[in-house]
């Protein structure tokens, strides 16, 4: 299973970005599927979280801020990150569960303020 994180990049405070990351290989039952993302000198944290029933997590820091979508048959997951803030700089990582742990490569966000 390989998963490839796309639309990260450099904007300003306040802005938006969207980003995806669709998996491929032989996937069983998606649990669920997730975004984290990990700051320079900081530890991997949980942004948001979405299950196959449609549940949603978010961690507080993101909350009315950032959406996490899913479309479990094309295993792919979005997360749309609105009103950004510098703190949000971070490499952002996709996750998957299906009988195991799947992590893709990091995708850069930077905000500037």
């Not at 491929?24 to 948001?48: C, D, F, H, T």
Request: net charge positive; aromatic share 12%.
């Amino acid at each position: 299973v390989q998963l490839q994180a796309s639309g990260g990049g450099l904007v300003q405070a306040g802005g938006s970005l969207r980003l995806s990351c669709a998996a491929s290989g032989i996937i069983n039952s998606i649990s669920s599927m997730a975004w984290y993302r990990q700051a320079p000198g900081k530890q991997r944290e949980l942004v948001a979280s979405i299950s196959t029933y449609g549940s949603t997590r978010y961690t507080d820091s993101v909350k009315g801020r950032f959406t996490i979508s899913g479309d479990f048959a094309k295993s792919t997951v979005y997360l749309q990150m609105n009103s950004l803030k510098p703190e949000d700089t971070a490499a952002y990582f996709c996750y998957l569960f299906s009988q195991g742990h799947y992590w893709g490569k990091g995708t850069l966000v930077t905000v500037s303020s």
